[in-house]
């Protein structure tokens, strides 16, 4: 089976004269090489094509694969991470993760919330601030939790994110806004833990692999799985494995929400507990992280005993299975 591969490398981006910001929630070159090994190792034939103007061009000389393994986050738009599915649907090439539908959706975590409030799972309240002078239609209590409507891998997520007066909504408001161009996302600051949530399948097939909870240590950045936290969580972050009724709240949580949006082959969705100890969706991840030691999805499903490798199998498996039934 000839398996094409698309992705974003940072550098190829960096390359064409894009920031280092730009360019954060793109791969290295040791997640494509560990992903594309690993699907060798499973005995697929893997064609490295890289991001969407490369595949346009693979696609304009006439080149095809049977399947496509799609982890290209796009650069241009809100639409940006649908852009590689829907080129590839418009050619009729399967692909494996989500449909484009999806994809764009839930960059949007304002768009998602309402969909994922009208089905009856829990989520925080929020309010959206577009233009500073919205920040007097927020009818939320303090303390309040701010972030970039539409982006991922905690862009803009820093200590910062947890306000507790008008003067520093306010202030981070306008930090937002300035620094990423898009609405700003405000939400009642859930207190309680936090989890992440690995899932494999598509619908009905759909499965757990693992939840882990994050536990911020004491030279943490407090209170957030912030950006600087992700990136150094070897020193600040523990992850662990938790008691069987949390799992079983987040694992229905979860499952719900990766089943109503309509995600496929595997994802992670973020889970925190309001004041009332309740389970509540945060975010959905339908592109998730795959570096096979420091992603979050590699690293619980290791928590739970399924290596890298095995992983990579039961996400191939799930989209070889759509394939054969379409
Ligand atoms: N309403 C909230 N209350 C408390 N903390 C929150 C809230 N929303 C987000 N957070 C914190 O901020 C972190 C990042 O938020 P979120 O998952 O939405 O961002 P992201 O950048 O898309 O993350 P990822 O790296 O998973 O793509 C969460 O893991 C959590 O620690
Ligand atoms: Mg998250």
């Known amino acids: 089976m000839k398996i094409g591969f698309t992705f974003d490398l940072r550098s190829a981006w960096l390359a064409m004269g894009y920031s280092?910001?730009?360019?954060?929630e793109f791969d290295k070159e040791s997640t494509i090489d560990g992903i594309a090994s690993t699907l060798e190792e499973l005995g697929y034939?893997?064609?490295?094509?890289?991001?969407?103007h490369q595949l346009l061009e693979r696609l304009?000389?006439?080149d095809r694969w049977d399947l496509v393994f799609n982890i290209c986050e796009g650069m241009h738009g809100v639409a940006r991470e649908a852009q590689v599915p829907a080129l590839l649907d418009a050619y009729r090439i399967p692909y494996v993760f989500s449909?484009?539908?999806?994809?764009?959706?839930?960059l949007d975590k304002g768009m998602t919330k309402r969909v994922i409030r009208d089905a009856g799972i829990p989520t925080a309240d929020f309010s959206i601030v577009a233009v500073l002078n919205d920040i007097w239609k927020v009818n939320l209590k303090y303390p309040l939790f701010v972030k970039p409507i539409a982006e991922g891998s905690g862009k803009g997520i820093s200590e910062r994110s947890v306000v507790t007066s008008t003067e520093e909504l306010h202030k981070s408001c306008e930090y937002l806004l300035n620094t990423f161009h898009q609405p700003v996302l405000v939400e009642p600051f859930l207190g309680g833990r936090e989890f992440t949530v690995g899932i494999v399948g598509t619908s009905d097939k759909a499965r757990v692999t693992g939840v882990m909870e994050i536990v911020l240590l004491d030279n943490a950045e407090k209170g957030v799985y912030s950006l600087s936290n992700k990136e150094q969580y070897e020193d600040r972050v523990q992850y662990l494995k938790i008691d069987d009724i949390t799992r079983k709240q987040c694992e229905n949580v979860a499952l719900e929400a990766y089943r109503v949006l309509g995600c496929e082959d595997g994802g992670r969705v973020d889970i925190r507990y309001d004041s009332t100890g309740e389970a509540n969706f945060i975010e959905v991840n339908p592109l998730p992280g795959l570096n096979p030691v420091h992603s979050d999805l590699p690293i619980l499903s290791?928590?739970?005993?399924?290596?890298?490798s095995e992983l990579m199998k039961m996400i191939m498996d799930s989209a070889i299975a759509k394939v054969r039934s379409v």
């Open 45 to 52: 034939e893997i064609d490295r094509i890289g991001n969407l």
């Open 302 to 308: 290791r928590l739970h005993g399924i290596s890298f």
């Open 60 to 62: 304009t000389k006439g």
């Open 20 to 24: 280092e910001e730009e360019t954060a």
């Open 99 to 106: 449909a484009p539908l999806v994809l764009a959706l839930t």
